[in-house]
């Protein structure tokens, strides 16, 4: 086996099988079939985690043969791979294991062909629903009808989780119906990056940092998440639900639980999702002015140049926010006092996720007025460049008395761990948990319920006051009022760098 931490020679590449499994793709020729879970699939197979006799079903509306759907995947694969290497053998081998059933969600029509596929197996079996969510209810219901909804089961449910409570809790009363809740993954690729778990693995496996993890310790915590890309084609869906929706209520509010939550007794998924749940009801209500929304405007330049927000979704009139920033409270004994600001938008400056933990100064400075105030910053990058940076203050070198500069602590792990630690995307992790039968990186219903509870009064006190968000300008960081947000309270956002 050869060792893929070249940078770490004491590190050993450990990559298990996992037990021998059967996964439908509903939706299996989509946009996230072909751009994540298909690619995903495949780099396992190369990094030798999928048996011999693993099979993958893509099952999908289109009307097409088992042939031509792994061309098709063979093609997502040339063209979403990346840098997945793999000779022409390896492709075929892999795609040997590809068959295709066209089946309509809502009808008869290819069920009775899966469940032949699926009889008597003796595998693991994962339907993973990458349909849109309006099928979700459909498909556990076929599933059962058609006798695929046994004991060992499980489904992989795609985000949006209903767009509000009221509907997130008809959809888990309405899988609940067919499915156990051990037998039910939600998923937030947020939770399968490298980086998430290793927040946790920074926290739970030092005795460094949970001693100062506290409102004692820590003046504040930031988590941003800032995408360039506009709403592109899926402006109308987009219109309909909003930053908020789409990005705070679930990936920001997952972040804000794994950096906030007690120490689980056991690395667990219920002690962990326990955990989190603590988190998430502890959170104080967002107070008006301690929220702002925004819509970019358009890119300067030629008639090429990016459209405007409201061009974008074709309404002039959308009080929908491509952008959003907001300052919360965790009342417990940790985090009273702690402020968590939180942002995401569309159209910023640069593609960047970050957790900052800004703590707090020294006490007392022995070195002088002229020595400055220094703050330890611990930033944890999600994308791009996934890595752990420790501001350090130490004294410039040289003469010339105790002049102090904070310098980086940097852990970037392609740098560390080489080129394979980035190859491991979101997605492959998370089905091999799937596989493997570990929830510990998935939502649990009752989570998703309380995260749509603290969320619901927010949109739905903009409603009420029949607020509009405010523009900014694409490539910009957001709206005038979210840095004042922060400059209020003595504060600023960090930069968002690529
Ligand atoms: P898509 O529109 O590209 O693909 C939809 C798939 O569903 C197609 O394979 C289509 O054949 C199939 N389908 C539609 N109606 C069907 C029916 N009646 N019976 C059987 N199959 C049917 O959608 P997508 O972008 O791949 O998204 C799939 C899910 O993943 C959605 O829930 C979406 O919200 C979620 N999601 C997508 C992305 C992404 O990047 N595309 C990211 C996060 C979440």
């Given at each position: 086996m050869t060792n893929r931490y070249e940078a770490m020679p004491h590190i050993e590449s450990r990559v298990i099988p996992v037990d021998p499994f059967d996964l439908v793709i509903f939706g299996g020729t989509g946009d996230l079939a072909r751009r994540k879970i298909l690619p995903g699939l495949y780099r396992r197979f190369i990094a030798g985690?999928?048996?011999?006799d693993a099979r993958i079903i893509g099952a999908a509306r289109g009307d097409m043969d088992s042939d031509a759907y792994r061309k098709m995947v063979s093609d997502a694969i040339a063209e979403f791979g990346g840098q997945t290497k793999g000779s022409a053998d390896t492709l075929k081998s892999f795609l040997s294991r590809i068959l295709y059933v066209t089946i309509d969600a809502r009808g008869e029509a290819g069920w009775s062909e899966l469940q032949e596929l699926m009889k008597g197996t003796g595998k693991v079996e994962a339907y993973y629903f990458s349909v849109s969510p309006a099928l979700f209810g459909d498909l556990a219901e076929r599933l059962q009808q058609w006798g695929m909804a046994n004991s060992d089961a499980r489904i992989v449910v795609e985000k949006p989780?209903?767009?509000?409570l009221e509907t997130a809790k008809e959809l888990n009363a309405t899988l609940a119906r067919y499915f156990e809740e051990d037998q039910i993954y939600r998923i937030d690729h947020y939770l399968g990056k490298e980086t998430v778990q290793n927040l946790m693995a920074v926290r739970f496996g030092n005795m460094l940092f949970e001693p100062l993890w506290n409102a004692q310790y820590v003046d504040h915590i930031q988590i941003t998440v800032a995408e360039t890309v506009g709403v592109g084609g899926r402006g109308e869906y987009y219109d309909k639900s909003g930053a908020m929706r789409d990005m705070v209520q679930n990936h920001l509010m997952q972040l804000l639980c794994l950096i906030a939550m007690e120490p689980p007794a056991r690395f667990d998924p219920d002690a962990v999702r326990d955990e989190k749940l603590k988190v998430i009801r502890a959170l104080d209500p967002v107070l008006p002015h301690h929220i702002v929304r925004g819509q970019y405007e358009a890119e300067a330049g030629d008639e090429n140049a990016h459209p405007s927000y409201r061009e974008a979704v074709g309404d002039p009139r959308s009080k929908t926010e491509s952008f959003v920033a907001l300052k919360t409270h965790i009342s417990n004994w940790r985090w009273s006092g702690t402020p968590f600001y939180m942002r995401t938008g569309k159209r910023m400056s640069a593609r960047s996720s970050e957790i900052t933990v800004v703590f707090k100064e020294t006490p007392h400075s022995i070195f002088g007025a002229e020595a400055g105030q220094h703050r330890n910053v611990l930033s944890i990058r999600l994308?791009?460049?996934?890595g752990i940076t420790l501001g350090v203050t130490i004294k410039e070198p040289g003469p010339g008395g105790m002049r102090l500069i904070d310098v980086p602590l940097d852990m970037t792990f392609s740098e560390a761990l080489?080129?394979?630690?980035?190859?491991?995307d979101a997605y492959e992790r998370l089905i091999m948990d799937v596989i493997r039968g570990n929830q510990t990186l998935f939502m649990r219903g009752d989570e998703v319920e309380a995260a749509w509870a603290w969320t619901d009064p927010i949109i739905q006190g903009w409603q009420t006051r029949g607020e509009v968000p405010k523009p900014y300008d694409?490539?910009?960081?957001?709206?005038?009022d979210s840095r004042e947000l922060m400059r209020r309270d003595g504060r600023e956002w960090r930069e968002v760098a690529p």
């Amino acid at each position: 086996m050869t060792n893929r931490y070249e940078a770490m020679p004491h590190i050993e590449s450990r990559v298990i099988p996992v037990d021998p499994f059967d996964l439908v793709i509903f939706g299996g020729t989509g946009d996230l079939a072909r751009r994540k879970i298909l690619p995903g699939l495949y780099r396992r197979f190369i990094a030798g985690q999928m048996p011999r006799d693993a099979r993958i079903i893509g099952a999908a509306r289109g009307d097409m043969d088992s042939d031509a759907y792994r061309k098709m995947v063979s093609d997502a694969i040339a063209e979403f791979g990346g840098q997945t290497k793999g000779s022409a053998d390896t492709l075929k081998s892999f795609l040997s294991r590809i068959l295709y059933v066209t089946i309509d969600a809502r009808g008869e029509a290819g069920w009775s062909e899966l469940q032949e596929l699926m009889k008597g197996t003796g595998k693991v079996e994962a339907y993973y629903f990458s349909v849109s969510p309006a099928l979700f209810g459909d498909l556990a219901e076929r599933l059962q009808q058609w006798g695929m909804a046994n004991s060992d089961a499980r489904i992989v449910v795609e985000k949006p989780f209903g767009r509000d409570l009221e509907t997130a809790k008809e959809l888990n009363a309405t899988l609940a119906r067919y499915f156990e809740e051990d037998q039910i993954y939600r998923i937030d690729h947020y939770l399968g990056k490298e980086t998430v778990q290793n927040l946790m693995a920074v926290r739970f496996g030092n005795m460094l940092f949970e001693p100062l993890w506290n409102a004692q310790y820590v003046d504040h915590i930031q988590i941003t998440v800032a995408e360039t890309v506009g709403v592109g084609g899926r402006g109308e869906y987009y219109d309909k639900s909003g930053a908020m929706r789409d990005m705070v209520q679930n990936h920001l509010m997952q972040l804000l639980c794994l950096i906030a939550m007690e120490p689980p007794a056991r690395f667990d998924p219920d002690a962990v999702r326990d955990e989190k749940l603590k988190v998430i009801r502890a959170l104080d209500p967002v107070l008006p002015h301690h929220i702002v929304r925004g819509q970019y405007e358009a890119e300067a330049g030629d008639e090429n140049a990016h459209p405007s927000y409201r061009e974008a979704v074709g309404d002039p009139r959308s009080k929908t926010e491509s952008f959003v920033a907001l300052k919360t409270h965790i009342s417990n004994w940790r985090w009273s006092g702690t402020p968590f600001y939180m942002r995401t938008g569309k159209r910023m400056s640069a593609r960047s996720s970050e957790i900052t933990v800004v703590f707090k100064e020294t006490p007392h400075s022995i070195f002088g007025a002229e020595a400055g105030q220094h703050r330890n910053v611990l930033s944890i990058r999600l994308q791009p460049n996934e890595g752990i940076t420790l501001g350090v203050t130490i004294k410039e070198p040289g003469p010339g008395g105790m002049r102090l500069i904070d310098v980086p602590l940097d852990m970037t792990f392609s740098e560390a761990l080489g080129d394979d630690a980035e190859q491991v995307d979101a997605y492959e992790r998370l089905i091999m948990d799937v596989i493997r039968g570990n929830q510990t990186l998935f939502m649990r219903g009752d989570e998703v319920e309380a995260a749509w509870a603290w969320t619901d009064p927010i949109i739905q006190g903009w409603q009420t006051r029949g607020e509009v968000p405010k523009p900014y300008d694409s490539g910009s960081d957001g709206t005038v009022d979210s840095r004042e947000l922060m400059r209020r309270d003595g504060r600023e956002w960090r930069e968002v760098a690529p």
